[in-house]
């Protein structure tokens, strides 16, 4: 073997330097977006990729992309859409970003098109919808079940064709906007407040790479990797999270993850991978072990008026959705996911610990194969199950965090002491509230992709002088960098990333105590100490044992930020369970929990949530926001509303 | 519950490597990939191997196992004997970096070379109509994952690096197929652009890249037979044929874009007559010529493609996906010899004299 000859880890270092205007990190949908806005702007762009250009987790996302275009249904709209987020999030989600993402998904899918996107397609042409759990209308745009592939190739093609502009006009197809695959950023750096480059190492050398650039976009996705069961991928570890909080930028919500409720739990080693919400929404029913169709006991007070009482109320939905109400299949995620939970605790489970998932009894074998093809090669190939046969076995999953970094609504921009940091996708917080609904992602990294992508750049004009890079800090980071590799009596990092997983999936899982809480900042703590430890064996080339090795403190950090907030939030709502306060508290829906980092630890404070515009209120019945404010806010609604209704009879008398 | 199972893996960098062999663990249920997993975890952590969504859905994954290539997280370990070896090595097309991880940049570089979806100039963004039949054969070729392992089974390339330059390999003849069946696209010259620029004639169509396409995407039925047809078709147009034996050679009217540096299999015959048949296998238009006379001319007989043939003018060979160890016929391997007397282009001597 050769590894001996690259552990010359301590000889003379060197640096690749690159200058760029902006630098995304993250290749999925939103920094591919972001990416494409800042050269349309005229920035010269990086897009820093921690995988293969076009490998990002986006792929992931089967079901389609949440725009309100009214193809299917006429009467959807930005605000029947924005009502259904708002829902969804269970009225935590930051009302701006909210209206912004209803408002303008429909033109960031129809843009797609003109990049070279195919969607499926209704009878007049236009671009097909889909139902899913929690939007009122049909109003997925899909591709089949593999809409996030084309989401991300048509993005990935895009950026190829704006390298081809540049190759004509400039003679090089790196000329603007370049992808430097397989690359992983591990710091930041500053000039006083303002970001000034990223530091990191090319995977496939061990060499490191300095990009110096006054504007950086975070869009490195969530953090799934820190839980045991999960449909995220290796890439999944919280960079970007744990990134913005060493550059002095803030966390919201990182207390509500979303359980998927539909994984797959056998066989073991596929446990956690994603059976789409597509299955539902085409007709597919979840049964216990006694063959009951159970979600009709599940459906909560707040959504009791739009959820079907009977399975035969359920059934016409389907081909009659305007005079019946919904399935309760196609609750909102969090609650489908705690149905599950329930009913595999009360004994009525799968041999492997989920639940029933049957497609096959509901429609024909042909249908089933043209409308849901990967799921149903992912089982033939997968668990050997012929999804047109026999039902399928599913339990909840980690997926997706809703919370992220505290951002600007409207530009992306990062709160907190540092400026020229933005953010979009999965890594920004806010926009979800307490629980995402499926669809909304992919519409959400389009929408405020391209608005990162555009602020920073506007930024980067309004900017006098260029920030620049202190040696100090690339020391640093080089020796932090190493460090693993330097040590040779440290643990081996994928015991500690399993004894992570083992404390996040056991005591900061779907449904959480405050003892349990408690226990896992003790442990995070413990492990923090191992971590500082770590050593990884073999060289600087794909070394994939020192990769992780550095990530692990990445993870570490933004699951003590879960772990705090879980622990201080007193109520249960969306992604966040807890069975010692079983409720809703309206007065902990005008609360966000903010993390920022002082020194090594993590600070949690609680923010007053931004105050809904009076117009975006009035959008809902007094009686569905009874559930969710406090009698004060009520009363304040109300005193608008008389004022109002004074207001146009005093006009009417004119 | 696990049994102990023996792996040979491929360890080593550009400088060289070896088969390494482990004993692991495997579970019920495990695919490759868990395997490689747990080995990261235990006997080799710095064991490099690409891989992301672990469900066949992002390709990233491939490497060659017991010499098919694969993709790690969809090949499960019940499709091995309990005692057999399972050797896995790297994709042998591309450059290694180490291990398992290979230098795909190849495909990236010709990726940016294929000319982009030109939007019609006309509609306006959410004024795209198209009906699903038309977009579906598109949406075929929009499954590719990007696994590659079309691109490391092709024979074109997987034994003959130099035809790099000039081949763009299967992945992108189907990019190329689908922006030409794309309803909206306002580029017309993609099937010549793939027959001139991407090498499209190298292709003989042994189908080993539909054969190992985990999306199960019809590479050559759906994607490479149509191009090369209706490239054909524009070359072996009855007029174009008639132009042909009117003009002298170098007057043909050209009918597609040529360029210089990809001698494609169809160009260089076309170039040489345009015709040649089973009987008179000379290759000589005179011959030919003369052993056409006589022929039944009321019978369809098919124009035959030469196969592509490499730098050195012999076939490639495709070991992994071939049924027998020599290369496949010059005459296609539809036909079987003796062939039936009425299908001979053969102009016996005295034939004439009998009627």
Redesign the interface.
Same mark, same amino acid.
């Given at each position: 073997?050769?590894?001996d000859s690259h552990r010359d880890t301590s000889a003379t270092t060197r640096i690749e330097r690159h200058h760029y205007d902006v630098v995304v990190i993250g290749a999925g949908g939103a920094g591919l977006r972001a990416a494409i806005e800042a050269r349309l702007a005229g920035k010269k762009t990086a897009i820093i990729s921690k995988?293969?250009?076009?490998?990002a987790?986006t792929?992931?996302a089967e079901g389609g992309a949440a725009a309100a275009?009214g193809n299917v249904n006429s009467r959807d709209s930005w605000q029947v859409h924005f009502r259904d987020t708002m829902r969804g999030g269970k009225f935590l989600n930051n009302f701006r970003m909210a209206e912004l993402h209803a408002k303008e998904s429909?033109?960031r899918i129809?843009?797609l098109?003109?990049? *070279?996107a195919?969607?499926? %397609?209704t009878k007049?042409?236009?671009i097909?919808q889909r139902n899913f759990g929690g939007h009122e209308y049909p109003r997925l745009a899909h =591709? *089949?079940d &593999?809409t996030g592939?084309?989401l991300i190739?048509t993005l990935q093609?895009?950026i190829?064709?704006l390298?081809?502009e540049d #190759?004509r006009d400039h003679g090089s197809?790196d000329a603007r906007i370049k992808v430097f695959?397989e690359t992983t950023i591990t710091e930041l750096l500053l000039d006083g407040d303002r970001v000034a480059g990223a530091f990191g190492y090319y995977r496939?050398s061990g060499e490191f790479v300095l990009f110096e650039a006054p504007a950086v976009v975070l869009a490195t996705g969530g953090v799934g990797r820190s839980y045991k069961v999960t449909s995220n991928?290796?890439?999944y570890t919280g960079d970007g999270h744990a990134l913005a909080l060493r550059a002095g930028a803030n966390l919201i919500n990182m207390e509500f993850l979303q359980f998927h409720p539909t994984g797959m739990v056998?066989?073991?080693?596929?446990k956690g991978?994603?059976v789409t919400e597509s299955v539902r929404g085409d007709g597919g029913i979840l049964k216990n072990s006694e063959g009951k169709r159970f979600m009709f006991d599940y459906v909560p007070d707040v959504f009791r008026k739009q959820y079907a009482e009977t399975p035969e109320e359920a059934d016409r939905w389907y081909t009659d959705p305007d005079n019946n109400r919904r399935p309760p299949e196609l609750l909102p995620r969090d609650e489908v996911a705690r149905a599950i939970n329930s009913e595999v605790k009360a004994g009525r489970g799968t041999p492997a610990g989920g639940v029933y998932l049957d497609i096959a009894s509901r429609l024909p074998a042909e249908e089933i194969r043209r409308r849901l093809p990967?799921m149903h090669?992912?089982f033939k190939?997968?668990?050997?199950v012929d999804i047109t046969k026999e039902p399928m076995e599913v339990g909840p999953t980690c997926h997706y965090v809703m919370g992220g970094i505290e951002v600007d609504p409207d530009s992306g921009a990062a709160y907190g002491s540092v400026r020229g940091l933005f953010a979009a996708g999965e890594v920004s917080g806010g926009m979800h509230g307490s629980n995402r609904l499926g669809g909304n992602s992919l519409s959400d990294l389009l929408v405020f992709g391209k608005r990162a992508g555009g602020h920073a750049a506007g930024y980067v004009d309004q900017l006098a002088a260029r920030p620049r890079v202190e040696v100090a800090a690339v020391e640093t980071a080089v020796e932090t960098a190493l460090a693993p590799l330097q040590r040779d009596t440290g643990e081996? +990092?994928?015991?500690l990333q399993?004894d992570l997983q083992a404390v996040m999936g056991d005591l900061v899982g779907i449904i959480r105590r405050e003892a349990e809480l408690a226990d896992a900042l003790v442990r995070l703590a413990e492990l923090r100490e191992r971590v500082a430890k770590v050593s990884?064996?073999?060289?600087r080339?794909? /070394? +994939?044992?020192?990769h992780l090795a550095l990530d692990l403190r990445n993870m570490l950090v933004v699951s003590e930020c879960t772990a705090k907030a879980a622990l201080e939030r007193r109520e249960s709502r969306g992604g966040h369970t807890r069975e010692d306060y079983p409720t809703m508290d309206p007065q902990w829906r005008r609360l966000n929990l903010v993390c920022s980092l002082e020194g090594d630890t993590v600070r949690l404070d609680r923010k007053p949530l931004p105050k809904m515009r009076t117009e975006l209120l009035g959008l809902f019945d007094r009686a569905e926001l009874a559930k969710y404010l406090t009698d004060e806010e009520l009363a304040e609604f109300d005193a608008l509303a008389a004022a109002d209704a004074a207001d146009a009879a005093g006009k009417e008398t004119h | 519950m696990g049994t102990k199972r023996n792996f040979r893996i491929w360890? *080593?960098?550009a400088?060289?490597?070896e088969l390494t062999d482990y004993a692991v663990e495997v579970?019920?249920?495990? =695919?490759v990939l @868990?395997v490689i997993h747990r080995l990261?975890?235990t006997d080799a +952590? @710095?064991?490099?191997? %690409?891989? /992301?969504? #672990?469900? *066949?859905?992002?390709?990233?994954c491939s490497m060659e196992i017991n010499g098919m290539p694969k993709l790690g997280c969809?090949t499960?370990m019940?499709t091995f004997e309990e005692d057999e070896t399972v050797t896995v090595t790297p994709l042998r097309t591309f450059p290694v970096? &180490?291990?398992l991880?290979t230098?795909?940049s190849f495909n990236?570089e010709k990726?940016?070379e294929?000319?982009?979806?030109a939007?019609p100039a006309d509609l306006a963004?959410?004024d795209? %109509?198209?009906?699903?039949v038309d977009?579906e054969r598109?949406?075929e070729f %929009? #499954?590719?994952?990007?696994c590659f392992l079309c691109q490391n089974v092709c024979h074109v390339i997987r034994d003959h690096d130099e035809n790099k330059p000039a081949f763009s390999g299967p992945r992108y003849f189907i990019r190329a197929a689908e922006?030409d069946m794309?309803p909206l696209?306002a580029k017309t010259d993609r099937k010549e652009y793939a027959q001139s620029e991407q090498g499209l004639g190298f292709c003989n169509i042994t189908k080993c890249c539909t054969e190992v396409c985990p999306e199960?995407i019809k590479i050559t039925d759906n994607g490479i037979i149509p191009m090369k047809e209706r490239v054909v078709d524009r070359r072996y147009d009855p007029l174009v044929w008639l132009g042909s034996k009117i003009f002298r050679r170098g007057q043909v009217p050209q009918t597609s874009v040529t360029s210089e540096h990809s001698p494609g299999a169809v160009r260089s015959n076309a170039a040489g007559g345009g015709l040649h048949s089973h009987a008179g296998g000379s290759h000589d238009p005179a011959a030919e010529t003369q052993a056409q006379q006589g022929v039944n001319w009321h019978r369809e007989v098919p124009h035959p493609t030469a196969p592509a043939v490499d730098a050195s003018g012999k076939l490639p060979l495709t070991e992994l996906t071939f049924d027998r160890a020599a290369a496949p016929s010059p005459f296609g391997d539809d036909v079987t010899f003796p062939l039936p007397p009425e299908h001979l282009n053969f102009a016996h001597p005295d034939q004439d004299q009998k009627h």
């Open positions: 073997m050769t590894n995988s293969l250009f076009g490998k987790h792929v992931m275009m429909p033109q129809w843009e098109e003109t990049y *070279g195919l969607f499926d %397609r007049d042409g236009k097909s =591709v *089949g &593999r592939l084309e190739r093609q895009k190829v064709s390298q081809q #190759k197809y695959a496939e991928s290796w890439e056998w066989p073991v080693s596929v991978i994603l990967s090669h992912q190939g997968l668990a050997d081996n +990092p994928y015991t399993q990884a064996a073999g060289g080339r794909y /070394n +994939p044992g020192w | 360890r *080593g960098d400088d060289g490597g579970n019920e249920g495990e =695919v @868990d990261q975890a +952590p @710095d064991l490099a191997c %690409r891989w /992301n969504c #672990k469900a *066949g859905k992002c390709g990233s969809m499960r019940s970096i &180490r291990d991880v230098d795909v990236y990726a940016r294929t000319p982009a979806f939007p963004p959410g795209y %109509r198209m009906q699903q977009v598109s949406q %929009r #499954k590719c994952i990007e922006l794309h696209d199960h």
